[in-house]
C-alpha cells in the first residue's frame, strides 16, 4: 500500500514537472520535432489523408513553423485534440503549439493564459440544416434539436443567441466533429452549428451536399488563430511571424514555386528582408536567415495554402471574403518585415 | 520500524515534493488557485437538468445539475443491475441446460467486453434504428406512437405521458420559463405534490401491513380471520391515493408532435437510456457471478434439510438458501455498486451531462481551473463512493450472522 502510494505519487509529480516552461525553441531543436495539436478530423483544415499524411489548412501553419524552426516540414508530430483537451494539452506542454481553428476571445487570451500568434482563418458561427426541413433562417429554429460540439465558444455563443431571440432548443452535447456529422446525418439533431468553415468543410464529405443548406444568418466573429503559452515570447514570436511570413509572400507575390529564384536576391527590398538576402530578421529570431524561405517552399504562400486546402477549387469552396488581402478588400493585413 | 520510520520520511518527502511542484508550477503559468469560479455565470446551456437551470446561473449550479445526472444515472443502474445480477445468477445454476448457458452466454459476453463498447453500441441502435421526430409527421407517417398514441419512441430518446397537477400545491402551474429555455414544468413546485403523494403511498403500506398483523392476531385469538382482510388492505393504500390525486388534478400529459420535436410528456433521453442499460447490464454480469458464488457456499446440506422437511424448491431457495447467501453476496456487491457509480463518468461518450461532463469537462474548459474542478470532482466521488459502501455496511450488519 505505502509502495503504491509513493509510486502514484512520483507519477503525478513527474506529470506536474513536465508543465514547468522551459525554452520551447530549445525544446523543439533537441526533439528534431514540432508537437502541434490540430482538430481529431475535420477535412480541409486538419486531417489525415488516405496515406494517413495530416493535410490541411491548419496543418501547414505547423508545418511552415517546423520548416521555419527545423527546415524540414514533415518533422512535426501532429497531436489530435478535442474541444475539451486542447487547453489542456498545450498548458501541461504536451504540445508546443496550437493550430486548432481555436477563436481568439478575451478570457482565453488574458484568464487562461495564453498567448494568440495571428488570425489564420477568420469566421463566424452558423447553422446547418437538412433542405428537407424547409427552414430558411436561423430566426425559424424556435424549438429545435442543435448538436454542438462542448467546450468550444460556439456553445455559449448558441446560448446567447437562443435566449437573446427568446426562443426554446435542446442541445445535444458531443466531443468531435466526425460524432457531429454522424448524429446531424442519424437525425438525432435537426441542427450543427459550428464554424461557418466547419460546416461547409462537414458538408463537402457528405454523400448528397446539396441535400443541406447552411442558413444565412452568422451569429458571432470567430477569429481562428494558432497559439501558444504565455510567458515563452521568444517562441511566440517565431510562430506569429512565421504566420505574418505566409500572409506578406501572398501580397508581395512570393510563391512555392519562384521562391528560390527570388531568395537569390530581387529590386524589392521587402522581399529580400523576408526570404533573408538582406539584413538579419531571421538572426534576431534565433533561427537561421532562409527561415521564411524555407516555410513559404515547403507549404506556398498564404493564398496558395488557402485555395490547396480549402478555397473554391476544393470541395470544401470556400471563397476567401474577409480573408483576402488587405489590397482585395479582405482583413488580411500583415506588419511591415523591417 | 526502521522501515516504517524511512517509508514514512520518504513519503512525507514526496508529498512536501508535489505540494511544492504545484504551487511552483501554478506561479510559473501565472494562475492561482481559488474556487471563486464556481459563482460567476456558466453560459451554457444543459438538456437534462432535475432542477432549474439556464444558461444564467452559475457554474456551482451547473455542477449541481451534473451530479443530480450521476445520481440518478447511479441509482436507476444499481437497482435494474441487481435485479439482472440476481436473475441471472439465480438462472445459472438452472437444471435446464438451455436457461443456463443462455445466462453463461449473457455473463460471459457482457464481464468480457469493455463498458465503453456497450455504451456506444446500445447507443448507436438507438439512434439508427429509432424513426426520427419528423417521420411521424404527415397522413402517411412512416412512423406512429405506440401503446394508444401515449409512447412515442425517436432516436432522441423516448416520449412517455407524464401526471401534471392542475391544482398544484406549489400553486404555478405549467410555468413558462422566461427566457430561451424551454417551456417546461419548474421541478420544484411539483415536487411538492409528489412528496404528499409518497407519504400517503408510505402511510397506506404501513397501515395496510399493521392491518395484516392485526387480522392474524385476531385470527390466532379467534380462529376467524376478520372478513375483507385484503379488500382493507388495499383500500388502504389506494383510497387516499386515489382521492388525493382527485384533489390535486392529476391529468396525463401526453407527448405530442409540436415543431421539430414531441413536447409534453416525459422525455427519456437516448443518452440516460444507453448509458443505464449499458451500466447495469454490464455491472449485473458481475453481480450474477457474485450472486451464484453466494448460493454455492451455502453448503448442499442446507437445501437436503428443506427438501427433507418437505420444502418446495423454490421456497428453498427463498427461505434457507438465498437468507444465508445474502452474507457472502452484501461485502463485493458493495464494490460492485461503487464501480458503477463511477463507471458513470464514462457518460461523455454519450453526450450525457453527468458532473464529468459539466463540472469535469465545460466548466473547466471556459474556466481554465483544471485543479480546482478536478479535485472537486474527485471529492464528489470520494463521498458519493463512501455514502454508498456506509449504507451497504449498515444493511450487511443486519444480515449478517448475528454472533451472541
Given amino acids: ?338 | 520500524m526502521t522501515i516504517q520510520v524511512v517509508a514514512f520520511a520518504l513519503i512525507l518527502a514526496a508529498i512536501w515534493f508535489l505540494g511544492r511542484n504545484i504551487v511552483h508550477n501554478l506561479e510559473e503559468l501565472g494562475k492561482d488557485f481559488n474556487f471563486a469560479f464556481l459563482n460567476s455565470r456558466a453560459g451554457y446551456d444543459i438538456n437534462q437538468r432535475l432542477i432549474e437551470y439556464s444558461n444564467d446561473s452559475t457554474h456551482g449550479r451547473a455542477a449541481l445539475v451534473g451530479i443530480l445526472n450521476t445520481l440518478l444515472v447511479a441509482f436507476l443502474g444499481c437497482i435494474l443491475a441487481t435485479i439482472l445480477g440476481v436473475i441471472a445468477g439465480v438462472l445459472r445454476l438452472s437444471k435446464n441446460w438451455i436457461v443456463g448457458r443462455l445466462m453463461t452466454v449473457y455473463v460471459e459476453g457482457f464481464r468480457n467486453i469493455p463498458l465503453l463498447l456497450w455504451i456506444i453500441l446500445i447507443f448507436a441502435v438507438m439512434t439508427e434504428a429509432t424513426p426520427q421526430p419528423r417521420d411521424f409527421r404527415g397522413e402517411d407517417a412512416e412512423a406512429s406512437m405506440i401503446l394508444g398514441d401515449s409512447v412515442a419512441v425517436t432516436n432522441r430518446g423516448i416520449y412517455v405521458p407524464n401526471v401534471v397537477f392542475t391544482r398544484s400545491l406549489g400553486g404555478n402551474e405549467m410555468t413558462e420559463a422566461a427566457d430561451g429555455v424551454e417551456a417546461a414544468i419548474i421541478p420544484s413546485a411539483v415536487a411538492m405534490d409528489w412528496l404528499l403523494v409518497l407519504v400517503l403511498l408510505v402511510g397506506g403500506v404501513l397501515a395496510s401491513k399493521a392491518i395484516g398483523r392485526w387480522a392474524t392476531k385476531t385470527q390466532e385469538a379467534t380462529g376467524i380471520r376478520p372478513p375483507a382482510t385484503l379488500w382493507m388492505q388495499i383500500g388502504v393504500i389506494l383510497g387516499p391515493f386515489v382521492l388525493v390525486m382527485i384533489a390535486l388534478g392529476a391529468t396525463l400529459d401526453l407527448p405530442e408532435l409540436r415543431g421539430f420535436n414531441f413536447s409534453g410528456g416525459i422525455h427519456m433521453r437516448n443518452s440516460l437510456i444507453a448509458l443505464w442499460f449499458a451500466l447495469s447490464l454490464y455491472t449485473g454480469a458481475f453481480i450474477a457471478e457474485i450472486v451464484r458464488a453466494g448460493i454455492l457456499a451455502v453448503s448442499r446440506g442446507q437445501t437436503e434439510a428443506a427438501f427433507a422437511l418437505g420444502l418446495r424448491p423454490n421456497r428453498t431457495m427463498n427461505l434457507v438458501i438465498l437468507p444465508q447467501a445474502m452474507r457472502v453476496i452484501i461485502p463485493p456487491l458493495i464494490s460492485q455498486y461503487l464501480n458503477l457509480t463511477k463507471n458513470s463518468s464514462l457518460a461523455i461518450a454519450v453526450g450525457y451531462m453527468d458532473v464529468r461532463s459539466t463540472l469535469g469537462g465545460i466548466t473547466i474548459n471556459q474556466t481554465g481551473r483544471e485543479l480546482e474542478g478536478m479535485l472537486l470532482l474527485g471529492l464528489f466521488y470520494l463521498v458519493t463512493s463512501l455514502v454508498i459502501s456506509g449504507a451497504m455496511n449498515i444493511y450487511n450488519n443486519s444480515v449478517k450472522l448475528k454472533e451472541r
Avoid at chain 1, 446567447?160 to 452535447?173: K, L
Fill in chain 1, 1 to 338: 500500500m505505502k509502495k503504491s502510494v509513493l509510486l502514484g505519487t512520483l507519477a503525478v509529480a513527474g506529470l506536474a514537472a513536465g508543465a514547468v516552461s522551459a525554452q520551447t525553441l530549445d525544446e523543439v531543436r533537441a526533439r528534431g520535432a514540432l508537437n502541434c495539436g490540430v482538430t481529431t478530423g475535420l477535412v480541409g483544415f486538419a486531417a489525415p489523408d488516405a496515406n494517413g499524411e495530416w493535410e490541411g489548412f491548419d496543418v501547414g501553419v505547423c508545418r511552415a513553423v517546423a520548416a521555419a524552426v527545423l527546415g524540414d516540414s514533415t518533422a512535426v508530430n501532429f497531436v489530435p485534440t478535442t474541444g475539451q483537451t486542447r487547453f489542456t494539452a498545450l498548458a501541461s506542454g504536451e504540445i508546443d503549439m496550437l493550430a486548432r481553428n481555436t477563436t481568439w476571445t478575451f478570457s482565453r487570451d488574458v484568464d487562461l493564459r495564453f498567448e494568440f500568434t495571428g488570425i489564420n482563418y477568420y469566421d463566424g458561427q452558423g447553422f446547418m440544416v437538412p433542405r428537407e426541413l424547409g427552414v430558411s433562417s436561423a430566426m425559424e429554429l424556435d424549438g429545435a434539436t442543435v448538436c454542438i460540439q462542448t467546450g468550444t465558444t460556439t456553445e455559449l455563443n448558441l446560448a446567447d443567441f437562443f435566449s437573446s431571440n427568446n426562443m426554446s432548443y435542446e442541445p445535444v452535447p458531443i466531443e468531435t466533429n466526425a460524432e457531429a456529422q454522424q448524429q446531424y446525418l442519424a437525425g438525432a439533431c435537426d441542427v450543427y452549428t459550428t464554424d461557418a468553415s466547419g460546416l461547409a468543410a462537414t458538408r463537402a464529405t457528405f454523400e448528397d451536399p446539396s441535400a443541406h443548406v447552411v442558413l444565412p444568418e452568422i451569429i458571432s466573429k470567430e477569429p481562428l488563430g494558432p497559439l501558444v503559452r504565455h510567458g515563452d515570447n521568444e517562441w511566440g514570436d517565431i510562430v506569429r511571424w512565421t504566420l505574418n511570413a505566409l500572409i506578406a509572400a501572398e501580397e508581395l507575390g512570393v510563391t512555392s514555386a519562384n521562391v528560390a529564384e527570388l531568395a537569390a536576391g530581387t529590386e524589392n527590398p521587402e522581399i529580400n528582408r523576408l526570404l533573408g538576402s538582406e539584413g538579419d530578421l531571421g538572426g534576431m529570431l534565433g533561427l537561421s536567415s532562409d527561415w521564411a524561405a524555407n516555410a513559404i517552399s515547403s507549404v506556398g504562400n498564404y493564398g496558395e495554402l488557402f485555395e490547396g486546402n480549402i478555397g473554391e477549387n476544393t470541395p470544401i469552396g470556400l471563397a476567401r471574403g474577409l480573408n483576402a488581402q488587405w489590397t482585395d478588400g479582405g482583413l488580411l493585413y500583415s506588419p511591415p518585415f523591417r
